[in-house]
């Protein structure tokens, strides 16, 4: 849990998880701006501080996510 809340994001992170995140949204057709994904992008960032801290990680970790699961249903 201590890792969880001391996760910090520098430059590098932060374009890690956006390059993540944007990918997602435009394979799922999400607005960034939508309920939809900014409650994506609260997931995403928790499962970076989870420990998925490289692309491939977080990408598998999104795709085998049940709520990111259930926000694509949702966009749908």
């Known amino acids: 849990m201590r890792r969880f809340l ?15 995140f944007n990918d997602w ?5 999400i607005q960034k701006d ?3 994904g ?3 992008a609260a997931i ?7 420990g998925h801290d490289t692309k ?3 990408e598998l970790a999104m795709a085998d ?4 699961k259930d ?3 949702l966009a749908s």
């Open 56 to 58: 491939n990680a977080l």
């Open 65 to 68: 996510h049940r709520g990111l």
């Open 71 to 73: 926000l694509i249903d």
């Open 34 to 36: 939508s309920p939809e």
């Open 6 to 20: 001391e996760t910090a994001f520098g430059p590098q992170e932060l374009l890690l998880v956006e390059q993540a």
């Open 25 to 29: 949204l435009n394979i799922q057709k």
């Open 44 to 50: 995403v960032i928790n499962l970076y501080r989870e």
């Open 38 to 40: 900014e409650l994506a």
